[in-house]
């Protein structure tokens, strides 16, 4: 069976990574237009690369939690694809083999004059590091506003699915939120959420719980 999973910030918060929306628009204490957009980076670019840099140094101190390693799992019994809103890499350190991020990765740069000129990268990263072409690097992360490259491929593997759970997201940011809509229309769909966006229907099984105790529960099922 093919199974296609959606996850959102909510399936890294017991990881201890904050949401975007549990806190009035504050993401860890910034207004996030002005870290994730084009113009928040013009404008102040310092201060842009020195929140991702916090970010990162963070996400090299947590670890996969229950619900990424119970969706690691499931690749024991079937064709797992991850489509994530996440920038972290919990799904992969967890195990998962088949992630597509929508939104970009923490751990990769890339050039500004060339968008596919994309390196990996653990440090903080500062105004004057270079990519080969001199010219500044950037966190490789959509920032509102930005095109989403991925999500032709994304579209392709929803479409194919046999089965889509949906983990942790408030379903508020597009394109992402709209690909649960290109499901097969009897696919079997499974929502995880403590704050559950979607209501329950034939169609949709809504777990309103946390991604630790819900995913471990639809994996169970699926298997
Ligand atoms: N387990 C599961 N879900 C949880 C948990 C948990 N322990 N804790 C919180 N949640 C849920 C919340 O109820 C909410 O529905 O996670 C969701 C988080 O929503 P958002 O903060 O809006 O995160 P997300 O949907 O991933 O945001 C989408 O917005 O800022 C952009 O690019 C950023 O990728 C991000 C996008």
Known sequence: MKITVLTGAGVSAESGIKTFRDSNGLWEGHDVMEVASPEGFKRNPE???DFYNQRRRQLLTVQ???AHCALAELEKTHDVTIITQNVDDLHERAGSTK????HGELLKVRSTFDEDLILDWREDLNLGDFCEHNHQLRPHIVWFGEMVPMIETATEVVEQADA???IGTSMQVYPAAGLV???KPNAQIYFVDPKPSISESKRITVFAEKASIGVPKVVELLK
């Open 164 to 166: 889509v759970l949906i």
């Open 99 to 102: 992630v597509i991020h929508l």
């Open 64 to 66: 996969p939690n229950a």
């Open 47 to 49: 201060a842009v690369l």
């Open 181 to 183: 809509q290109y499901a």
